[in-house]
């Protein structure tokens, strides 16, 4: 698969796998396997979705060589902290059952529990992650879900600056200054829910587009987002739809990617990353 490289120079697989509501039981480790075999060699993991340890045992049952695979994790919004941090990254990675991961991402930056001292606790977290970093136990750090705003405040006092931020995007969701200021400061966006979480397959727009391509609504969706220039994590369980997402040997017309941005009825999740409640 082809690869972008992240600003410290690591390459980062163009489409990664997404494990989000997959189930801790056997189901995960089957596809995990088979994103492997069909060629994904990026996988998006978090704490947050309870199946890391079925994530790591499809990742071992794969045969796939570690320094062949890209792993992200991310640490969970009750870990902020400098000491919690690192502790939290070293149950993620016992329970992938590995000694380093490829990224390392807060995965919201405003957690409830810390909401009126967020901006100082992100910066520790931070700084927890540089030390991960420097020590080799994460080859790439980075955020979610974070705002300009929430990335400035790490900028105004970190040494090594955020690589990647993965947010929300798809049709109707495009996060357009987000992506810009991405791009301004050499950040990598990675493009989650890029099916919508599944309601892009409701879309009449979408389905009259795919249908014209010969393709399938995921396969567009996904497209969309790489020629967007963000990194898609797609999510299936499903081997026939693991296998199909992944080809995407078509262009979508510049007069589509158009007409798809002006989409608007394929709704988000409509999170606001000030204001979550978890
Ligand atoms: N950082 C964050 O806060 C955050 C938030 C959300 C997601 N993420 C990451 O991004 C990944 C992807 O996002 P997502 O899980 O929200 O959803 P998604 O990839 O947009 O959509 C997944 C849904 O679409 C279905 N699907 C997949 N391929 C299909 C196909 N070819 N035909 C029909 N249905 C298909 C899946 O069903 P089956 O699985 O049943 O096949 C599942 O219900 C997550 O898994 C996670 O790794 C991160």
Redesign the pocket.
Known sequence: METVALSNGKQMPVI???????PSDEITVN?VKTAVECGYTHI???AA?HNEMWVGKGIRESGIKREDLFLTS?LWNDDHGYEAALKAFENTAADLGVDYLDLY?I??PVPVKFHDNYIEKNRETWRAFEELYRAGKVKAIGV??FKPHHIDEILEVCEIPPMVN???F?PSCLQEEIRAYCKEKNIVV????????????QCEELKEAAERYGV????L?VKYALQHHTV???????K???Q??LKLDFTISDEDMKAIDAITTCEG?NRDSDYIDF
Do not use: M
């Open positions: 990664g796998f997404g494990t989000w509501k997959a596809a998006d993991a978090a979705y991310k991402l995965h919201w979610s879900n993965q947010i929300e798809h990675e493009a989650y829910s890029p099916l919508a979480n599944g309601k892009a397959f399938t609504v995921a396969q969706c898609p994590l797609v999510k299936s369980v499903t026939e739809r693991i199909d997402n999740s």
